[in-house]
């Protein structure tokens, strides 16, 4: 039998770590119960994670006690919060939800290969800017500079030689205009010291 098929039972003794919750995929099931002389179906949604399938409810409710027990309320707070501003083709809170609790349990808030990583944090961790290698870039499709990570420029090959435009969200071929203004800014101030 194939293990992934079966629901997950949560342990209460140990607690899973984000990776082992980030979600890899979706996936329905149908049940049925006898009603009478009939069956009735109903669907419910999964998470494939590396711990198996598990419920998709189930899964939130393990999701955000992994949250509260590192103490990132806040930060998931936030991530709902840019998720419901910037990800249009969620419309209802539960999609938002589960989109914000999958991006805090991929950490993607820290990853410099996240399309989002500057503006995120340029809001809500300014801080996580100043230990990463920033590019200044002009993209094809906007006037004007924009800011974005080394990891970013070094994938585009990967990317048809485009970056996602700092300024739209396109992914559209650029120019590098400028290496990292604010490390250069950081370094000085270390040799300063
Ligand atoms: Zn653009």
Redesign the pocket.
């Known amino acids: 039998m194939n293990a992934d098929s079966q629901p997950f039972r949560s342990d209460e003794e140990q607690l899973p770590s984000f990776e082992d919750l980030r979600i890899h995929y979706f996936s329905d099931k149908s049940e049925s119960r006898k009603v009478g002389r009939y069956r009735e179906y109903t669907t419910k949604e999964y998470a494939k994670t590396a711990l198996g399938e598990i419920e998709l409810r189930q899964w939130q409710d393990m999701a955000e006690k992994v949250i509260s027990a590192h103490h990132e309320e806040a930060l998931q707070k936030q991530l709902f919060e840019w998720v419901q501003e910037t990800f249009p083709w969620l419309h209802t809170p539960s999609e938002q939800r589960v989109e914000s609790l999958d991006l805090h349990m991929s950490r993607m808030f820290d990853n410099p290969l996240w399309v989002q990583f500057v503006p995120f944090n340029q809001r809500y961790r300014p801080e996580v800017l100043r230990e990463v290698h920033l590019v200044k870039v002009k ?4 006037e004007g500079d ?1 800011v974005t990570t080394k990891e970013q420029v070094e994938e585009a090959p990967n990317r048809g030689g485009t970056i996602c ?6 992914f ?1 071929s650029f120019e590098i205009s400028e290496n990292a203004p604010e490390r250069e800014t950081a370094k000085a101030k270390e040799r300063g010291r």
């Open positions: 993209t094809s499709c906007c924009g435009c700092p300024n739209c969200g396109r559209s």
